[in-house]
């Protein structure tokens, strides 16, 4: 979404204030966002969120992370660090940011709650709460990361779409690619957003991948006049469910950690110098025909 129609858009919602400063934040170069997204539960999104977030911060980057799965949050699960109610105590103003905030060098989490009643109760407008956020420590990071939630609901599409960039975690199963697709679309519909990034989670082999990416560039180019990114693979892990956040965590050495550095690597490389223009990435394959017809042609 270029910074006109995010601007555009945001006024026309009537319903953020400070959408002059969101505006701003484009032009002078502030954190970038990425939301980690995909419609579908369990494909991935809070592992990658997580390893790129780290791997940004690896490489020197100041990067925030932050959980908006806010009320089923599995990012300081997954980090095993103690889960809290500080979300919580956030917004309802008896703790600061910087009191919430976990510090692990130049990476930094801000956790969701697990479970809490009061935000079970109280519906609240978290992308609201979102975007002020952003808007108030977006001076502070060169990156931050947003773990979207399961689903298609208003506020995950309206983070989304505020976002600079948005990684569309999409594995095998012809559900995911379905639910990517239908993101895609309801984003590009109702929001402008025009192009995603593609990463392609749990492949087990180069052809696997390469159909995905070529089913859903040539379907988004062809239905949505939008564009899709290619970030890469990572590749599945094939041990014991409960291993996987152990090896995506530990050793460089494993063959998770080498995908995910050189999708870290690819992405920065690609677009941080050109920072606001997505347009660098190519669709490592020749454009062929491939069965023009919509994954998800039910839904218009
Ligand atoms: N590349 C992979 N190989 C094997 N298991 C994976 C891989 N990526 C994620 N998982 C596992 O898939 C499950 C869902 O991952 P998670 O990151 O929580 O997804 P989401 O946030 O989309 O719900 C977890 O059990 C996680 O360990
Ligand atoms: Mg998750």
């Known amino acids: ?21 969101c505006v701003d934040k484009k032009i002078e170069g502030k954190a970038k966002t990425i939301s ?12 990658v969120a997580i390893k790129v977030a780290k791997s940004l911060a690896d490489a020197g980057y100041k990067t925030l992370l932050i959980d908006c799965d806010f009320n089923l949050a599995n990012t300081a699960v997954k980090l095993g ?11 309802m103003g008896t703790k600061s940011f ?32 979102i975007l002020d956020i952003l808007v108030g420590h977006e001076d502070e990071y060169d990156f931050i990361l947003l773990d979207s939630p399961a689903g298609i609901q208003k506020d995950t599409l309206t983070i989304n779409a505020y976002s600079d960039y948005r990684f569309v975690v999409v594995t095998p199963d012809k559900s995911s690619i379905t639910d990517s697709y239908s993101l895609m679309k309801i984003l590009n519909t109702k929001y402008g957003v025009k192009t ?46 409960d291993k996987f956040d152990q090896i995506l965590l530990g050793s460089a050495n494993s063959s998770i950690h080498k995908n995910f550095i050189k999708v870290v690597n690819r992405f920065t490389e690609e ?20 069965g023009k017809q919509e994954v998800q042609p039910t839904i218009c």
């Open 1 to 21: 979404m270029s910074t006109k129609n995010v601007s555009d858009w945001l006024l026309s919602q009537n319903r953020y204030q400070r959408a002059e400063k």
């Open 36 to 47: 980690i997204t995909a419609g579908k539960g369990g494909v991935g999104k809070t592992s």
């Open 81 to 91: 660090l103690p889960i809290n109610d500080d979300f919580a105590s956030l917004i």
């Open 98 to 129: 910087e009191e919430v905030l976990h510090r692990d060098g130049q990476f930094h989490l801000l956790s969701g709650c697990n479970g809490n009643l009061d935000l079970f109760e109280n519906r609240l407008e978290y992308d609201k709460i």
């Open 196 to 241: 995603n990034h593609l990463l392609v989670n749990k492949v087990s082999n180069l052809a696997q991948y390469q159909k995905i990416v070529k089913t859903l560039s040539e379907t988004v180019d062809h239905f949505l006049k939008g564009r899709v990114n290619v970030l890469g693979s990572i590749e599945y892990e094939n041990k014991a469910v």
């Open 271 to 290: 677009n941080i110098s050109t920072l606001f223009s997505d347009e660098k990435f190519e669709v490592p394959f020749a454009t062929t025909h491939f």
